[in-house]
């Protein structure tokens, strides 16, 4: 889930052209629809969503116990830190700063997959 048009765009051709199954939220509150309805192996999430950020939409998809619980990637802008360690208590497997490559992000994914 990522709210800029143009990063999500490209993820999912990316994630698409890997044969990789992909499913697009626009606000985190989507999201964490999405994830309870397709219950997903891996999530993407970006921090700064509308309606519901990152950090909430992660904290409640851990919070749901009749899920099975996926890997979750945080796709941020916020390199502090105390953001990062706040990303991780949160539940957050892994923080990936932006500016990324799509590429590097669903070579990831599809490793994330094979094991």
């Given amino acids: 889930m990522d709210d800029d048009d143009d ?9 698409e052209r890997a044969d990789i199954t992909a499913v697009r939220a626009s606000n985190g509150e989507e999201g964490v629809e999405a994830v309870r309805r ?4 891996i999530v993407l999430l970006d921090w700064m969503m509308p309606v ?14 009749e899920i099975v619980q996926p890997t ?4 941020t802008a916020r390199t502090l830190a105390e953001d990062q360690r706040r990303a ?10 932006k500016p990324f490559r799509p590429r590097a992000i669903v070579a990831q994914v599809r490793d994330l997959l094979a094991s």
């Fill in 7 to 15: 990063i999500a765009g490209l993820l999912l051709m990316g994630l």
């Fill in 38 to 41: 397709e219950q997903p192996r």
């Fill in 52 to 65: 519901k950020d990152g950090i909430q939409a992660c904290a409640e998809i851990r919070a749901a116990t």
């Fill in 72 to 75: 979750i990637l945080m796709l």
């Fill in 88 to 97: 991780y208590d949160t539940g957050v497997d892994e923080v990936i700063e």
